[in-house]
């Protein structure tokens, strides 16, 4: 699947396995210590009650979070992205939904922070006009880590474990079967010494991944921002 440069909404995939796929990578990074570590200087992939969060300490910073039933919302910057540069100015909030977290994104734009915004509601996602002369707003660079099945199963570092594959993850994972005992069996198989089970769990918990965790991420109210990235 390819992104466009600058992105289209249809670029996207849908937002449950959009979430799957980034909530699998921030159970797997998940520490007590990166836990503790304030959001602007935390980097990798996790899950808070913003949302799930994307930072690589330089080039490229997203949220995605849940506004409620079948709502969504994006947003993020990647260096590629021309947006805030642009002259005339693009107003990144054109059409928007009243359920965004318009603070949050103001404040980002006031301090030239934000390189796009997608929203998603009624089985589709969006995104305000663009103009003609606007060649990216880093949705490629940014989210399509994501977008390719084999990119996240590369992503995926089990250190050797013989009984959990990737591919078995990931599948569980996106049909929010990815149960705390399976994560734990996979710790437990694994080589690698650096899992951190009881954060895993959290994370697992923040990112609604396991059957009948319900919706992960924080409710859709403007009055009750949470602190985010940058």
Request: aromatic residues 8%.
């Amino acid at each position: 699947m390819t992104i466009h440069r600058p992105g289209l909404p249809g670029d996207l995939p849908e937002p449950e396995l959009l979430w799957a796929r980034w909530g699998l990578l921030a159970v797997l990074e998940a520490s007590t210590e990166e836990e503790n570590t304030p959001s602007v200087h935390r980097t990798g992939h996790w899950a808070d009650a913003g949302g799930l969060h994307l930072d690589d300490c330089g080039c490229t910073w997203w949220t995605l979070d849940r506004r409620g039933p079948g709502r969504f919302v994006l947003y993020g910057e990647d260096e590629s992205s021309d947006v805030k540069w642009h002259k005339p100015a693009i107003d990144l909030l054109a059409g928007a939904p009243h359920w965004l977290p318009f603070e949050r994104l103001r404040d980002l734009i006031e301090g030239y922070e934000l390189g796009c915004v997608y929203w998603y509601e009624n089985g589709a996602w969006a995104r305000s006009p663009y103009p003609e002369s606007l060649d990216d707003d880093g949705l490629d660079c940014g989210m399509s880590r994501f977008v390719d099945r084999g990119d996240v199963l590369d992503a995926i570092d089990l250190g050797g474990s013989a009984e959990t594959e990737p591919e078995f993850l990931l599948d569980r994972a996106e049909r929010a079967e990815l149960t705390p005992e399976l994560v734990q069996s996979m710790v437990s198989a694994s080589e690698y010494d650096h899992w951190d089970l009881p954060a895993m769990l959290r994370a697992l918990r923040l990112a609604g991944l396991e059957p009948g965790g319900g919706e992960g991420g924080a409710p859709a109210d403007d009055a009750s921002e949470v602190a985010q990235p940058r």
